[in-house]
């Protein structure tokens, strides 16, 4: 018998593996923006086009099972018998609202309601399986991320008009504490859907693997996407206001979304990758997404 013959091929290096992920990384992020622009999506549409495109991601191209975009190991644990009643009241929390409003809502509002819905199963997992190993990730979070919201609303009190995206303003109009407990879970469950889950669940678990170098890189250039992801919903917002912004506002905002982002995004990818816990990264974005519907900055 012959001895094999050794291929001639060079190894492909490490770093050479991670930058060709950052480029499909890019390709993902960039047919879901450009889907955005060409359809002219408004929010709600923009998000739910994510879903499909993660699926396919995950299956097709990270070739992962769809349970690591909630859990890093996920092994083969039971709902526990007191997580039961936890999943029933946060369905009892978005069903009524779903029904009551299905006879006339079209499929956008119907799809968000749907995801909301279908994010109560992977989140009552996630409570579950929370254990004193994420309560420190969770807790620098907080610490690091969790104040943002605080500095921007302190910032808002001095900068120009139209400077801080319309989705800022329009939450501060009338804050209250039932609206920002009604972001805070509302948005907790769809991120276990769309958003968190793309860009921590699936975009940074194929980027950054557990050997590679550059944590701190990855993170950022996972983090920068995520805020130019938001750019094809939020300079058409910008334009369209009763005071059109300004092409230095626009300018503006397509600089600081993806800088804003990385302040946010890094800490997220960390507190996800030390938890191996989506709900961690989730508990964060849903806070500082609920801040502004609580405390105005006028």
């Not at 975009?69 to 936890?86: C, E, M, R, S, V």
């Not at 069903?95 to 109560?120: F, M, N, Y």
């Not at 190993?133 to 605080?150: D, E, N, Q, R, Y």
């Not at 008009?161 to 939450?171: C, H």
């Amino acid at each position: 018998m012959s001895a094999p013959i050794a291929s001639t091929e060079p190894p492909v290096s490490p770093d050479t593996q991670q930058g060709r992920r950052y480029v499909i990384v890019l390709g993902v992020v960039g047919l879901w923006m450009a889907i955005g622009v060409v359809c002219q999506l408004h929010t709600f549409a923009y998000l739910l086009v994510g879903i499909p495109l993660l699926l396919l991601f995950q299956v097709g191209i990270a070739r992962r099972p769809i349970v690591e975009l909630w859990f890093k190991h996920p092994g083969q644990q039971p709902l526990p018998w007191w997580a039961y009643p936890i999943l029933a009241a946060l369905i009892a929390s978005e069903l009524p609202g779903l029904i009551h409003e299905w006879p006339t809502s079209g499929w956008v509002r119907r799809g968000i309601g749907l995801a909301g819905l279908a994010g109560t199963v992977p989140l009552a997992y996630s409570i579950a399986r929370f254990s004193r190993t994420a309560l420190k990730p969770l807790l620098l979070g907080f610490a690091t991320a969790g104040v943002i919201p605080f500095v921007i609303l302190a910032a808002k009190r001095m900068a120009p008009p139209n400077v801080f995206s319309p989705g800022l303003q329009s939450a501060t109009a009338s804050p209250s504490w039932v609206a920002g407990w009604n972001s805070f879970l509302g948005g907790l469950l769809v991120f276990f859907v769309v958003e968190e889950v793309f860009f921590r669940g699936g975009l940074d678990s194929f980027v950054q693997r557990p050997h590679d170098r550059g944590q701190w890189r990855s993170a950022a250039f996972v983090s920068a996407l995520w805020g130019a992801w938001h750019l094809p919903i939020k300079i058409p917002l910008l334009l369209a206001g009763s005071h059109p912004a300004s092409h230095l506002v626009v300018a503006a905002n397509i600089v600081g979304w993806p800088l804003a982002a990385c302040l946010v995004g890094i800490p997220l990818s960390l507190c996800w990758r030390r938890s191996g816990l989506l709900l961690v990264p989730a508990l964060v974005h849903a806070f500082i997404n609920a801040v502004p519907h609580v405390w105005s900055a006028p």
